[in-house]
């Protein structure tokens, strides 16, 4: 009854930028937290930033000063606006958010993932 469809991934040279987004769609009542994790080959998956109904945001430390997390509440949908990338920052990288869906009651739900690749 909800869908996240994320976009944007691809491949980039160190030092580049990508921005992600990602549209929530179905029987939306309410979009609470919206955020971003990736996971890396080998790696568990790690939360990369966060952001409120209200506009208020969160960041890992790793990704701080370089990616910018927004959401537009009139489209349900969120962006990652990610700079200065490095080789590090190669991940699969998923959206998720909080939603209230008409009759459903609230939940957690997850994008399929797009893969950003940061390499010369």
């Known amino acids: 009854q909800v869908q996240l469809v994320e976009s944007g991934g691809g491949l980039v040279q160190p030092g580049g930028s990508l921005r992600l987004s990602c549209a929530a769609s179905?029987?939306?009542?309410?979009?609470?937290?919206m955020g971003w994790y990736r996971q890396a080959p080998g790696k568990q998956r790690e939360l990369v930033a966060t952001?409120?109904?209200?506009?208020?945001?969160n960041y890992a430390d790793s990704v701080k000063g370089r990616f910018i997390i927004s959401r537009d509440n009139a489209k349900n949908t969120e962006y990652l606006q990610m700079n200065s990338l490095k080789p590090e920052d190669t991940a699969v990288y998923y959206c998720n958010a909080y939603i209230s869906a008409k009759g459903y009651g609230q939940y957690w739900y997850w994008g399929q993932g797009t893969q950003v690749t940061v390499s010369s």
């Open positions: 952001i409120t109904v209200g506009g208020s945001t």
């Open positions: 179905g029987s939306i009542s309410n979009i609470d937290t």
